[in-house]
């Protein structure tokens, strides 16, 4: 069971790179709180810069920062720094070729009962969509803090999500498979292949298990890297089972379903099973409740991978 | 020191050459800007291209990307890249002169289009040099139609929080835009009160095309401590020829024969005149 939420271990990362390193300096717009950054202002203080509520503002000082050496880690709720500020990102940093990284924080639904405003849903078809931005879904604490200490290690843009809320661990502390750009295999499978993103990979595996039980085998695909997209990863996966889930906490539209539909239709065509939010505002409640409601959790899963190889099934018959 | 007076004429008539290459331009705009680029290019910035690499030159950020024109102009003139490669190429299929700046091309630092971004891009900028205890300075200059954006008056906001005396931003103020007169379409003539009031030293330029009376702005911005100074910098759309000045469909227009060779007759007896 992770015990800090994957904003949390952003911070803790930063900070101690941020000793080291006086050029690393973390942005938020009032959001220190809401993206775990107090440690770091707090600390750091020389190296911590309050925007205020600008989000758009937050973005081009940090590109400006970025111009002068400075190496700005801008960490605002997804919901606004991927939208509100979306042409800052787009112009600024990508355009420009800053050394921005934007944290988008308690991203897809973390703030679940406060409503479609505060709900990032857009966020990887918006950030996807512009060249020369990375886009970043980590699944875990653990992954977390390797993708971030990889990301330190680079001069380019790039997107992170995280949610608001500690997961549960989906890898084993002191032994986190992980290679930049390139997608964990959880676990192998030959009857369907479950890709997923940030924090819906655990119930995937919940519904890989699920699924052993009935005698399906499910692969498990991490794809923290929605762009770039690892399409070998992709292919494979897809090449070894009968058909593709996708399983993402974004809209139906433009965020990974749409991405591995568009290199599986393309290199190995078979069915692709896109499970996503709905395009719609989503039902008031908690984050667990609406993943719950929309099926989003493993037995949901499970169950559309059942349907799934049924009906293959059928129409083979 | 050289005649910066005669060279705005000069590199106005590079900026014909540009658009009638290109067959298009921001005209008006390239024209109302020259004597602040000239001036800041040429006297108070310490850029040129053997400095690009060095943390400590100026800065400037093209906010008012669309008077690009007029950016290329000077920048071919400092030496970043060649002048007959530029009109030659300017907004041609595949060029790398695109028709907004882009910091592909030597001696662009940011690349700009979208309005409302160089004010606070600028702020990320001159904050990094307190941060640093460096002693550049930072400079940026914007459309009068530009402040309409939001975006400019978070970047205002922030610029004096942070006591960023390292920032100097220009308004070049010709009083028209696409639409027209800027009263007209968004009224703002009190901007000298409005960046008072968010925490600016505020200097009003009466004729923003004359090179000494915006030298004179600069040095004053140098001496304010403790907040960012505004430069308004009161100009003339399409300054230069009559032809276009004062003239709110001149926002992008190429001129037509007859027009061009009244503006090139114009340009080359106002420059002669200054020598």
């Known amino acids: ?317 | 020191m050289e005649n910066l007076k005669a060279l705005a004429y000069e590199l106005r008539e590079d900026v014909i050459d540009i658009i009638m290459s290109g067959k298009a331009g921001h005209i008006g705009g390239d024209m109302s800007v020259m004597e602040i680029l000239t001036e800041l290019y040429f006297d108070q910035m310490n850029v040129g291209p053997a400095n690009m690499d060095d943390p400590d030159r100026d800065k400037f950020v093209m906010s008012k990307g669309h008077s690009v024109e007029a950016y290329y102009a000077v920048l071919a003139k400092k030496g970043f890249f060649d002048r007959g490669d530029l009109v030659a190429n300017f907004s041609k299929f595949g060029s790398k002169y695109i028709g907004h700046p882009n910091n592909k091309l030597p001696g662009i630092e940011m690349n700009s289009g979208s309005l409302g971004h160089g004010l606070p891009v600028c702020v990320g900028m001159a904050l990094a040099g307190k941060m640093n205890g460096q002693d550049y300075r930072v400079y940026t200059v914007m459309g009068d139609g530009e402040v309409a954006e939001g975006s400019v008056w978070e970047g205002a906001m922030a610029a004096s929080h942070y006591k960023l005396d390292n920032l100097c931003a220009v308004v070049d103020r010709n009083r028209l835009q696409i639409s027209g007169n800027t009263e007209d379409v968004m009224a703002h003539d009190d901007l000298h009160e409005r960046f008072g009031s968010f925490g600016w030293h505020v200097i009003d330029v009466a004729d923003g095309n004359d090179i000494d009376q915006l030298k004179e702005a600069f040095e004053e911005a140098k001496t304010i401590k403790g907040k960012p100074t505004m430069v308004i910098a009161n100009t003339v759309k399409g300054k230069g020829s009559s032809v276009m000045e004062n003239k709110a469909n001149w926002h992008h227009k190429v001129p037509n024969e007859e027009e061009l060779a009244q503006i090139r007759k114009d340009l080359k007896e106002r420059k002669e005149a200054l020598r």
Do not use: W
């Open chain 1, 1 to 317: 069971m992770g015990k800090i939420a994957n904003k949390q271990v952003i911070c803790d990362v930063l900070v101690e790179a941020g000793k080291k390193d006086k050029d690393i300096v973390a942005l938020c717009s009032d959001s220190r709180g809401s993206a775990s950054f107090t440690g770091f202002a707090n600390e750091l203080p020389e190296q911590f810069v309050e925007t205020g509520i600008a989000e758009q503002n937050l973005v081009s000082i940090s590109a400006g920062l970025a111009k002068c050496g400075k190496k700005p880690y801008a960490a605002s709720p997804a919901c606004f720094l991927s939208t509100r500020s979306y042409e800052q990102c787009k112009v600024d940093v990508a355009y420009s070729n800053t050394n921005v990284k934007l944290i988008g924080i308690s991203g897809g639904v973390s703030y679940g009962a406060l409503g479609m405003s505060h709900h990032s849903a857009q966020d990887i078809a918006a950030m996807c969509a512009v060249p020369n931005m990375r886009v970043y879904l980590p699944s875990d604490r653990l992954q977390t803090e390797c993708l971030m200490k990889e990301l330190i290690k680079d001069e380019k843009p790039a997107y992170i999500r995280v949610g608001r809320n500690a997961v549960d661990d989906v890898y084993e502390e002191g032994n986190v498979p992980f290679e930049m750009d390139r997608a964990t295999v959880v676990r192998e499978g030959t009857d369907v292949a479950i890709i997923a993103c940030g924090e819906m990979v655990k119930p995937s595996v919940e519904a890989a298990e699920l699924l052993k039980e009935k005698g399906i085998s499910a692969a498990v695909v991490d794809m923290y890297c929605v762009k770039p997209l690892d399409e070998e990863a992709v292919i494979k996966a897809a090449s070894g089972a009968k058909a593709v889930i996708t399983v993402e906490e974004h809209a139906p539209y433009g965020g990974l379903g749409s991405m591995v539909s568009q290199v599986v239709g393309c290199n190995c065509p078979k069915k692709v099973l896109n499970i996503a939010l709905p395009d719609a505002p989503v039902i008031t409640g908690t984050s667990k409740e609406v993943f719950d409601y929309y099926g989003m959790n493993g037995g949901g899963i499970a169950k559309k991978a059942e349907e799934i190889l049924g009906c293959l099934r059928q129409s083979e018959q």
